[in-house]
């Protein structure tokens, strides 16, 4: 990563509805960022992330 992406240890954020076993994703504390939690070091997702809660809320995506 650049110097202006996500870090590995910046303070991300598990889902709330998550459990041990499950799959779920992480938000960086900018929520400008998403990780699968198990893939920590993979990834990231970039984007407006309210925008995209939005719109699983709503069925749109």
């Not at 650049?2 to 954020?13: A, I, S, T």
């Not at 997702?45 to 939005?54: E, H, M, N, P, Q």
Request: with cysteine.
């Amino acid at each position: 990563m650049n110097g202006d992406g996500p870090r590995l240890d910046d303070n991300w954020r598990k889902a709330s509805r998550s459990n041990e076993n499950d799959s779920c994703v992480e938000v960086h504390p900018t929520r400008r960022y998403l990780r699968d939690s198990k893939n920590q070091t993979g990834p990231t997702l970039s984007g407006d992330v309210f925008a995209l809660v939005g719109a699983i809320r709503n069925g749109t995506v």
